[in-house]
């Protein structure tokens, strides 16, 4: 397993327009969890899931955000009408639920919103 | 709200000088990590601090956690320009709640 995978790298999109991102995470690890990362910040976090059942989500993630995990295994994060605002680097991590302190991120998706 | 603040945002200094690194938190957290994150890249975990006082070491760099579990520093020996990077701290609570990072060049 080579780690944390996250597709695509790099998004360009137009403000109105919908994008999905894909997270694939470490295959034995049944937590999964999406951050937000702007510039000259440090990651915030929005969402988790334990297996399929998303636990918790953060305040930051509006009504245009959507996540979802259906088998437990990759998760894709949904932003529909995006805004300038959103332009941001989306970081995925996973973790065994037993140690969630001990998270392995992926190397992001860049979404830029014109 | 916990916070974590980390001092300074920026410090850019030459090759084989040494550095500190500050993070201070405004509540106990049960540990605190520290990662490393390259441009274009994830963060990557270097090392979690569970008790006050602990301090570890990974080869030129040595992580402190402050007694009262608030706060935590790391030490750079002889820096080298493979360092470059942001360093994060970031405390375990119920989630990880990371500060803002310091973004550390060093100059060859």
């Known amino acids: 397993d080579t780690g944390v995978s996250q597709d695509p790298r790099h998004k360009i999109t137009k403000r109105g327009q919908n994008v999905t991102f894909r997270c694939d995470p470490i295959?034995?690890?049944?937590?999964l969890y999406w951050y937000r990362q702007t510039l000259g910040q440090g990651p915030e976090f929005l969402t988790y899931?334990?297996?399929?059942?998303?636990?918790?989500k953060s305040r930051l993630l509006s009504d245009r955000f959507s996540a979802e995990r259906p088998k437990g295994s990759f998760s894709t994060l949904e932003i529909q009408r995006t805004e300038q605002g959103d332009s941001a680097m989306y970081l995925c991590?996973?973790?065994?639920?037993?140690?969630?302190?001990?998270?392995?991120f992926g190397p992001g998706t860049r979404l830029t919103v014109l | 709200t916990q916070l974590l603040e980390q001092s300074p945002q920026f410090l850019s200094i030459q090759e084989g000088e040494n550095l500190t690194v500050y993070c201070n938190s405004s509540?106990?957290?049960?540990?605190l990590q520290w990662y490393r994150q390259e441009p274009g890249e994830g963060p990557v975990l270097l090392v979690t601090?569970?008790?006050?006082?602990e301090v570890k070491k990974l080869k030129r760099l040595t992580f402190q956690f402050g007694d009262a579990r608030k706060d935590s520093s790391l030490h750079i020996t002889a820096a080298q320009p493979g360092d470059t990077g942001l360093y994060l701290c970031?405390?375990?609570?119920?989630?990880?709640?990371f500060g803002k990072g310091t973004r550390l060049h060093i100059l060859p």
């Open positions: 509540s106990v957290f049960s540990s």
């Open positions: 970031a405390g375990v609570a119920d989630k990880i709640i």
């Open positions: 899931f334990q297996n399929e059942a998303q636990l918790e």
């Open positions: 991590a996973s973790s065994l639920s037993e140690r969630t302190d001990t998270q392995y």
């Open positions: 601090v569970v008790t006050g006082g």
């Open positions: 295959s034995e690890h049944n937590r």
